[in-house]
């Protein structure tokens, strides 16, 4: 599986961004796509996660009602509609894919997409 994360820039705060995540290779009858990000000198951490069959949501507390997770099935991404960001939002941003169901550890992924730059200036 190959997963092949887009979108980062630099966005001043209260600005919006589209983060992308196509994967590619072998597929699963059932699993769940998240988003990560880890800031420079911090654990990396659960952003958001989808369920790919039902599209189930789930969001760090942080990021609820700003972020937006969702999926194009017949297109095999998962989005990250990130609005109203904020300078601590800066982090470089992972997407990952469970195999065996929803987890917002790290090391309940099992594959991970390159990273992102996310850049909020303030």
């Known amino acids: 599986v190959q997963l092949q994360a887009s979108g980062g820039g630099l966005v001043q705060a209260g600005g919006s961004l589209r983060l992308s995540c196509a994967a590619s290779?072998?597929?699963?009858?059932?699993?769940?796509m998240g988003w990560f990000r880890q800031a420079p000198g911090k654990e990396r951490e659960f952003v958001a996660a989808?369920?790919?069959?039902?599209?189930?949501?789930y969001y760090a507390d942080s990021v609820k009602d700003r972020f937006t997770i969702s999926r194009d099935r017949a297109k095999n991404t998962v989005y990250l509609q990130m609005n109203s960001l904020k300078p601590e939002d800066t982090a470089v941003y992972y997407c990952?894919?469970?195999?065996?169901?929803?987890?917002?550890?790290?090391?309940?992924?099992?594959?991970w997409g390159q990273g992102t730059q996310v850049t909020v200036s303030s």
């Open positions: 989808i369920r790919w069959g039902g599209g189930n949501t």
């Open positions: 290779g072998r597929t699963f009858s059932s699993y769940v």
């Open positions: 990952a894919l469970n195999e065996d169901g929803l987890s917002r550890a790290v090391l309940g992924y099992d594959y």
